[in-house]
């Protein structure tokens, strides 16, 4: 059984038709062009009902290398709010994992290269997961000092982009918690 999801309003339309192929035309090259084609391939995978799949893609998105300068970056903000609007709106029956263990398990593993950042930007979704979905459980076999939403914030302030932890702050004070699956 297909399902359409609603467009996310954060988010780049995504071509009519795309694959994970999509991203071989970059090569290596982790710039701004790969984040396009990783919101827009996310957005593309949400709209048909993959929601953790899309949920990967916006860690592929926030795992590139742009820098301030590059106007993507202006016209599609670092995605904490398509990110917030996937957790918030997944339907009950659509998979989505449980992404607080997915961001934990991620922002304790990862490695270079831009590792403080990815690593800053993954605990910044565990948070946002935190406030829109509390019922969800945190894996008692990982044990990881989990930061508060301050020390998150002073990471995005010493290796993100300019103003990207007031961007953040702004997503997680509209957070509010979604009901869990009955």
Not at 53 to 79: E, K, N, S, Y
Not at 89 to 115: E, M, S, W
Not at 142 to 149: D, L, R, S
Request: proline share 11%; with cysteine.
């Amino acid at each position: 059984m297909s399902i359409t999801l609603p467009p996310c309003p954060h988010l780049p339309a995504p071509r009519d038709q795309m694959t994970a192929s999509a991203f071989s035309e970059h090569g290596e090259s982790r710039d701004a062009g790969f984040y396009l084609t990783a919101l827009e391939y996310g957005h593309y995978l949400w709209q048909r009902g993959f929601a953790a799949r899309a949920i990967l893609c916006l860690d592929r998105a926030m795992g590139a290398d742009v820098q301030a300068t590059d106007p993507i970056v202006h016209t599609w903000p670092i995605p904490y709010a398509a990110m917030a609007w996937f957790l918030a709106h997944t339907p009950d029956g659509v998979f989505i994992g449980n992404p607080r263990v997915h961001f934990q398990h991620y922002a304790d593993r990862l490695k270079a290269p831009r590792r403080d950042i990815r690593h800053a930007r993954a605990w910044a979704c565990w948070a946002l997961t935190r406030r829109l979905r509390p019922h969800l459980p945190a894996d008692p076999k990982h044990a990881v000092i989990e930061p508060t939403e301050t020390e998150i914030a002073t990471a995005l302030d010493a290796h993100g982009l300019p103003a990207e932890s007031a961007l953040w702050r702004n997503v997680l004070l509209r957070c509010n918690p979604v009901p869990p699956p009955l």
